[in-house]
């Protein structure tokens, strides 16, 4: 089985220029955990995951005002939060490939590019388990 056969597709991507109240409000509406950032190209330049985003967030003993609080976070751009350094995969890769990558790096999941680096989808560790459920039930159905 490929990554092309369990991916999510279209993939929900940012620009390093969203503000980062952007994208935490986008994530909490999608339910997603991680966005891939993408350059005016569609080319992939980061990621930023829901871990970053609360990273950022301020401490609650602030002595910040909410209204100064809220002037910072829209300042804050997800470029500035995000993770440069991406490990990807291929539509071609091979899911216990992708699912050895997501536990060797210890992430959770991974954008999927094309030959010229564009983001096509993100393959999760749900859409792994949801494929490794699939499989152990239709093997039970043969066996039954």
Same mark, same amino acid.
């Given at each position: &089985?490929?990554?092309?056969?369990?991916?999510? /597709?279209?993939?929900?991507?940012?620009?390093?220029?969203?503000?980062?109240?952007?994208?935490?409000?986008? &994530?909490?509406?999608?339910?997603?955990?991680?966005?891939?950032?993408?350059?005016?190209?569609?080319?992939?330049?980061?990621?930023?995951?829901?871990?970053?985003?609360?990273?950022?967030?301020?401490?609650?003993?602030?002595?910040?005002?909410?209204?100064? &609080?809220?002037?910072?976070?829209?300042?804050?751009?997800? #470029?500035?939060? &995000?993770?440069?350094?991406?490990?990807?995969?291929?539509?071609? /890769?091979?899911?216990?490939?992708?699912?050895?990558?997501?536990?060797?790096?210890?992430? #959770?999941?991974?954008?999927?590019?094309?030959?010229?680096?564009?983001?096509?989808?993100?393959?999760?560790?749900?859409?792994?388990?949801?494929?490794?459920?699939?499989?152990?039930?239709?093997?039970?159905?043969?066996?039954?």
């Amino acid at each position: &089985m490929l990554v092309k056969d369990q991916m999510t /597709t279209p993939a929900i991507t940012l620009t390093p220029d969203t503000p980062f109240q952007e994208a935490v409000k986008l &994530m909490r509406e999608r339910q997603i955990r991680r966005i891939p950032i993408v350059d005016e190209h569609g080319k992939l330049v980061g990621i930023v995951s829901e871990r970053d985003l609360l990273h950022a967030e301020p401490s609650p003993a602030t002595s910040l005002s909410i209204w100064e &609080m809220n002037y910072l976070l829209w300042k804050l751009k997800v #470029g500035d939060l &995000m993770s440069k350094k991406v490990i990807t995969v291929t539509p071609q /890769t091979a899911l216990q490939d992708a699912a050895s990558l997501l536990i060797k790096h210890r992430i #959770g999941g991974l954008p999927v590019v094309d030959s010229q680096q564009k983001v096509i989808g993100v393959i999760t560790e749900t859409d792994i388990f949801k494929a490794f459920v699939a499989l152990l039930t239709a093997e039970q159905m043969v066996y039954a």
